[in-house]
């Protein structure tokens, strides 16, 4: 039905960086919002940005001025650039997408498989 295909992490030293991508397919009418978020190992998932589709942008106080949100309309893809990368950014990070399937026509949260990303001191 609806796929969230995620590309772009992997192993880097601090103060490197690294762009995520997500892409999302299927049977999708709209696109309400999309978002990363993280997980490192005993933690809590957390947001790290999201996107409406309409462009306004939030990012969570630790990510402030090193992270970037953007999204490309017509391929229903959302980015996430990450600069200035610290070892406490080291985690599995999802794409999130709030969206109205095609065919159910209801609004609901997506999720991708997760991708790694690590920084190295």
């Known amino acids: 039905q609806v796929q969230l295909v995620e590309s772009g992490g992997g192993l880097v030293q601090a103060g490197g960086s690294l762009r995520l991508s997500c892409a999302a397919s299927?049977?999708?009418?709209?696109?309400?919002?999309m978002g990363w978020y993280r997980q490192a190992p005993g933690k809590e998932r957390e947001l790290v940005a999201a996107i409406i589709w309409s462009g306004t942008t939030n990012y969570a106080n630790s990510v402030k001025g090193r992270f970037t949100i953007s999204r490309d309309n017509a391929k229903n893809t959302v980015y996430l650039q990450m600069n200035s990368l610290k070892p406490e950014d080291t985690a599995v990070y999802y794409c999130n997408a709030n969206l109205r399937n095609g065919i159910t026509l209801r609004s609901q949260d997506y999720w991708g498989q997760g991708t790694q990303v690590t920084v190295s001191s």
């Open positions: 299927g049977s999708i009418l709209s696109i309400n919002a």
